[in-house]
């Protein structure tokens, strides 16, 4: 059984890094994919980011890159979110997604079954 835990949510001003956390248990075995998707309240669900970790392969949503990075840890089962030079606009919840199918396009919630409990994250200027 899959799941996924976030963590490292929190506050920061504008400028300002957070690195969120997504722990997962069941995807030792498969080819699977991760993503970072955010929910700003009153707005649609936002993919963010995503990784196919055995195949090395990474994308970001064009209001990201240059500022977020997308990792994993093996060792650790666990996928990281790094985010640099945080703007207003980039407060949400975000939630850790998984899927054991390379469905495309990976910016589509539908196409991720596993989901996480969301971490907030709160910019302000």
């Known amino acids: 059984q899959v799941q996924l835990v976030e963590s490292g949510g929190g506050s920061v001003e504008v400028g300002g890094s957070l690195r969120l956390s997504c722990v997962t248990s069941?995807?030792?075995?498969?080819?699977?994919?991760v993503a970072w998707f955010r929910q700003a309240q009153g707005k649609e669900r936002e993919a963010v980011a995503n990784i196919v970790p055995r195949r090395f392969i990474t994308a970001y949503a064009n209001s990201v890159k240059g500022r977020f990075t997308i990792s994993h840890d093996n060792a650790k089962k666990t996928i990281y979110l790094q985010m640099n030079d945080l703007k207003p606009e980039d407060t949400a919840m975000y939630y850790c997604?998984?899927?054991?199918?390379?469905?495309?396009?990976?910016?589509?919630?539908?196409?991720?079954?596993?989901w996480g409990q969301g971490t907030q994250v709160t910019v302000s200027s």
């Open positions: 997604a998984a899927s054991l199918t390379l469905l495309s396009p990976w910016e589509l919630a539908e196409n991720f079954p596993y």
């Open positions: 069941g995807l030792d075995d498969s080819d699977y994919r």
